[in-house]
């Protein structure tokens, strides 16, 4: 039921003078798309060999005279691309990209690598997740077994049903997912 994009990265650009180890780390960074454009942009940057990640859902749409099942991206207007900070003008130069998100004094903010597995496990196993309104109080919780093990999140009850809610904090979004 849902997809990610996962893609290989290509080779260095050279740096820009910058000796810092932050500066050429290779780590996941989110980018702010222009609305209704991050398959494209994921596309694009496929092109230029750089690992990106863009996590789908279907959904079922209702028109007048039809259904149709559509892929949608679980963050609007988010792709994670995992690069050096040395190489963001080639990302921030293709169609659709507008900005990287958490840029404090110069230094890119870096998304947990731990945040992409867990959304990736649930992306790989199929598991039913939607958007949620972002939860940064209360305790967390972390699942030691099944499916979901290794999970981190708060749990809520919704609708008389106990879900998992996985928040990304770089982003200020935040997903469910049913336990």
């Not at 810092?20 to 996941?28: E, F």
């Not at 007048?64 to 990302?91: A, C, G, H, M, N």
Request: charged fraction near 25%.
């Amino acid at each position: 039921m849902f997809q990610a994009s996962v893609t290989s990265t290509a080779s260095l650009l050279e740096t820009d003078g910058a000796s810092s180890d932050v500066l050429t780390r290779i780590k996941w960074l989110a980018v702010y798309t222009r609305s209704r454009h991050e398959k494209l942009l994921r596309d694009e940057l496929l092109k230029k060999g750089v690992e990106t990640f863009l996590p789908v859902r279907k959904v079922e749409r209702h028109w007048s005279d039809r259904k149709k099942i559509i892929e949608e991206p679980l963050f609007s207007s988010y792709l994670f691309v995992k690069i050096p900070w040395t190489e963001r003008f080639q990302v921030l130069n293709t169609v659709g990209a507008v900005r990287f998100i958490g840029v404090r004094q110069g230094n890119p903010v870096e998304v947990p690598e731990k945040e992409i597995e867990t959304i990736r496990q649930f992306v790989s196993q199929e598991i039913k997740m939607d958007p949620f309104p972002y939860l940064k109080a209360g305790a967390r919780v972390y699942i030691r077994s099944g499916p979901m093990k290794g999970a981190e999140g708060f749990v809520v009850y919704k609708n008389q049903r106990c879900r998992l809610v996985i928040s990304l904090d770089l982003l200020m979004q935040s997903i469910s997912v049913e336990i």
